[in-house]
Structure formats: C-alpha cells, structure tokens
C-alpha cells in the first residue's frame, strides 16, 4: 500500500481531535445537538488551521444517523460513504479552478432536487474569494434562501475579496493560527503513534516554523522523519533539513553587530553559507530575533508574550541591557529593507553583507537613529576604559609617573558629520545644560568652505565667551560624544540679521517658514 502523509493520515475524524479552535468546535456541536443547523457558513483563517477539515466534520455530522455528542459516529453508511468521498449528497468544490459563472449554475440546479442517501445536501466551497463577480452574483439568491435540506460551507483564506452581499448571508467562523504549544503537544503524539523517536527540542522548533499551521507543521515533520528515516530526530537534524539556523547563531550575530565587529559578522553568515542555510529565512529569522530583543528592551514582562527557553531568556536580556531601544529598530528597519530586496535577488550573500557592514558602521549614515548609535557605541568605549585615560603605573619608590598618557584619537568628523550637526543644532543645544547652554541658545551654525563648524553668535559676549580656551574645549567634547568624531569650529560675532541670514541656511529656512526667532540678550555678568 502507497505511503499516506501524515496530514492526511491524522486528520481528525471527531470535533474532539480538531485542535487549537474550541471556540468553533463548541459552538457548531451546540447547534448541531439543538437542531439549530444554519444554511449558510464561512470558515476564515490562515492555511492549515482546520477550515477544511471542520467543513468535513460538519457535513458528517449533520448527515449522521446515530451522532454521538454532537460527533459523527463513522460507521454508518452516511458516514463512511462521505468519509470515502462516494457521497453525492456532499460535494466538495474548488473555487480556484471552477470559478465561473457556468459552474455555479450547476450547483443551482442540482440544488432542486433533495439529496437521495442523506439528510443534507452539503456544498463546500474552498478558496471562495477565487469566484468571479459574476458567480458570487449568481449564488446569491440561492445563498439567500436556500431549499431547507441545503447546507453551503464556504472556506476562504481572504475573506476580504468576498462581496458583502455574500458576507451578510453566512455565519462567519474565524480560525485563529494554532498556539506553537498545541502544535507541539500534537507533534508528540503522533510521534508516539508512529513510533518516531524525536527530542521535544525538534519537536518544538518544527511547531514554531509552522507559524501556526497544524498541515505545515505535519508536512515539516514527515520531511525531517523520511531524511533522517530510523534515527532519533534532534533539533540539529531539524536545522539542517528546514534549511534553518539556532537562535544561538543569531545571538552571537547580534552581539557582533553590537561591538561594531564587522569581521566577526561575516564569520557567522560565511559559516551559515556553508552549511547551506537558506539566506531568505536566516534574514527573516534574524528579524524575528532583533524584535524579541526589542520587546526584551520596551517592556516589564516580555516573558508573557515570548515562548524562548530558559537559557534564550538569558541571552536576550544580556543583550537588551546592552541595547538602546532606537538602535534596535534602525537595526530591524535595515533588514526589513533587505526582506524585501533579497527574495528576488540573485545577490544574497552580498546584500547581507552589505546590511550587515551598515549596522557595524553608523557613520555611513547621517540619520538621528545612526547618530543615537555612534554614541551608544562611544559611551560603550568609555565604559570599557578605552577613551579614558589609563593610571599612572608606579615606580619603584612607590611614586607614580608623571608622564601623560595620550587619549585616544578620534576619527576627523566627515563633512556629512558637520552638516549632520547643523541639521540637528537645536536638538543637540536642547539637550545640554549650564552655562553651555545659554550661550549658545542665541547661535547659529553653518559650514565653513573647508568644512568646518561655524558657530555665529549675535551677542558679543556670548562670542568671545565661546573662543576662550576652556568652554571652547567643553563644547568640542560636547560635539565628539555627540557624533563619535573629532570636529573642528569656529566662533564668529555677527551683529547685523542680514549677515547672519547669508551664512546660516538654517536661519534663512526658518524665515522662509515665517517661524518667529528669539535672539536673547545676554549681559556680561552671566558668563562670569
């Protein structure tokens, strides 16, 4: 006898082995046990769920002529003649390939006439979005009302491309994606059943790629059961039949991306090449990871809403204490784009790696997100000791020496850098404190021919104050935590408007937008 799938195999024979819809399978029972039969109903929901299956169930059932709590009871000649598909009462319909106008008028006329070997004449209808307008038109009135011993099952994956005169006529059933824990509770079962050895680990993963699908995660398993035919499926084996890599991969991804470690990056993706992962799934898995590390980052108990193990929990908040939240979603904004770009892309590998080298690198960027990251990595340094200036080390008397140790340089700001801050000068001058602050609440800033900061003050005082030594030295650090690079300003006293308006693009801008700007005054003793 020829080998059966296991979807097909298992596929439940009782409302009481449909799993993960006990909303629907209560509520059909109930009117199946009272009577209360509707004639028209229209199962939603995503592949796999169980639409199909219910619409079978239902057909049954209504047919069966010793039901048992609701169920069909299999061995009557109504139920066996439909379960073998020899029923002419039920007639299972693909709209997909009988979308017309002229089949739809074939089900109006056998409608006419009652069923001859069962109770209910029963119309299941798959993918019934797939009809033509003409053919919803035409079953509309029979949709409507029906002949008493008429039942339609209408199925549908996108149900909103169903018109709503069709949509007002049924009893609409929404079957929600099956939870990864029933998946892989089932999984175990059938396992068991089939004599299959199988870690919960596999088992487990397997439920989860099936995003919700009972038929896929049953697929997914016969695939990994027929590759590793007589052995114990692990987790590992599941991996490399599904193509896929372990979140543990991703973990040390991340935190490569984390120490800007571009080298280390393209390690982990050339090991995932070489083993013959699939590049579209492992850009959609890294995406699934960085949104666990940002529900780990923006919320107090992620846990209610991540199914991660024990030692993944571990991870994830290691690296979420070491995340900020808007870098985590430039890092997810950049591979979505990619998602998108890679499907058709006979360039994998290499737009990858270019995404890859955009997160290792913020300066390519300009934007707030890139800049917001440039200080994250900045204020890592400093934590790690790598800017700040090491001790003296001693001398044999005891003493220390005096020699200065030399701070590490920073790298000359870009001129992308310059005009990044000009852009940004309000946020930045905002956001300080103190004396700083004040003095340049009334300044503009510009670029100078040789890309440099020009810093325009309208007040004398607050100019000169500027130039001395030792604010000019607070402001250019101010500037290099702000961007990670070193760069060079200078102060220039401008008391005429005119003579601003032509240096300062920015000043000009807010004229054009007839925004009102404040120039405050400032008296000498306020910078004493």
């Not at 596929?11 to 909303?23: L, S």
């Not at 709503?164 to 824990?181: E, G, H, M, P």
């Not at 070489?274 to 107090?300: A, C, H, K, P, W």
Request: contains cysteine.
């Amino acid at each position: 006898m020829s080998y059966v799938a296991l979807y097909r195999k298992f596929r439940p024979d009782n409302f009481g082995d449909v799993k993960g819809q006990d909303h629907i399978v209560t509520t059909l029972k109930n009117q199946i046990l009272s009577g209360r039969i509707g004639h028209a109903y229209l199962f939603c929901g995503t592949r796999g769920t169980g639409k199909t299956t219910m619409a079978k169930l239902m057909a049954r059932a209504v047919n069966c002529d010793n039901p048992k709590d609701g169920n069909p009871c299999g061995e009557c000649a109504s139920c066996k003649a439909i379960a073998a598909g020899a029923s002419m009462s039920v007639v299972e319909i693909d709209a997909a390939s009988n979308n017309g106008v002229d089949n739809v008028r074939e089900i109006i006329d056998e409608v006419a006439f009652p069923p001859a070997d069962a109770k209910y004449r029963v119309y299941i209808i798959d993918e019934v979005h797939m009809l033509s307008p003409g053919a919803f038109n035409a079953l509309l009135k029979t949709l409507e009302e029906p002949p008493l011993y008429c039942i339609f099952i209408l199925a549908t994956t996108d149900p909103q491309k169903i018109p709503v005169t069709i949509l007002s006529r049924c009893q609409r059933y929404d079957f929600r994606r099956i939870t990864t824990d029933v998946i892989a509770n089932r999984l175990e079962e059938l396992t068991a059943i089939e004599n299959v050895g199988a870690e919960p680990r596999a088992l487990r993963y397997i439920a989860k790629a099936a995003d919700g699908s009972m038929r896929d995660a049953l697929s997914l398993l016969d695939q990994c059961i027929a590759f590793h035919y007589g052995e114990t499926l692990t987790l590992d084996m599941a991996l490399d039949v599904l193509g896929a890599v372990d979140s543990e991969v991703f973990s040390n991804m991340y935190r490569k991306v984390l120490d800007r470690d571009v080298m280390g990056c393209l390690s982990v993706l050339d090991r995932a090449v070489s083993q013959g992962r699939d590049l579209v799934q492992f850009v959609n898995d890294f995406i699934g990871y960085m949104r666990n590390v940002l529900i780990v980052t923006s919320t107090e108990n992620p846990w209610d809403i991540l199914d991660v193990s024990d030692e993944n929990r571990q991870r994830l908040s290691e690296e979420a204490e070491r995340s900020d939240l808007t870098v985590v979603m430039r890092y997810i904004k950049v591979f979505s784009s990619l998602a998108n770009e890679i499907r058709y892309s006979a360039s994998k590998r290499i737009l990858i790696e270019t995404a890859l080298i955009r997160l290792c690198k913020p300066e390519m960027k300009t934007d707030q997100a890139a800049l917001l990251d440039r200080v994250r990595a900045l204020e890592d340094k400093i934590a790690k000791g790598l800017v700040v200036a090491s001790a003296a080390p001693a001398m044999v008397d005891g003493s220390t020496s005096k020699e200065p140790v030399k701070p590490v340089e920073l790298p000359k700001a870009l001129p992308e850098d310059v005009e990044s801050v000009v852009d940004n000068w309000s946020r930045m001058v905002s956001g300080m404190e103190g004396l700083l602050k004040t003095m340049l609440k009334g300044t503009y800033p510009s670029v100078t021919s040789d890309n440099r900061l020009k810093i325009v003050a309208c007040n004398k005082l607050a100019a000169d104050k500027l130039s001395e030594e030792g604010t000019a030295a607070e402001l250019k650090e101010v500037l290099q935590k702000y961007t990670g690079k070193d760069i060079d300003f200078v102060t220039e006293f401008m008391p005429d408007e005119s003579t601003r308006e032509a240096v300062s693009p920015n000043l000009l801008a807010l004229k054009n937008i007839n925004a009102d700007i404040e120039t405050e005054n400032f008296e000498e003793e306020d910078y004493v």
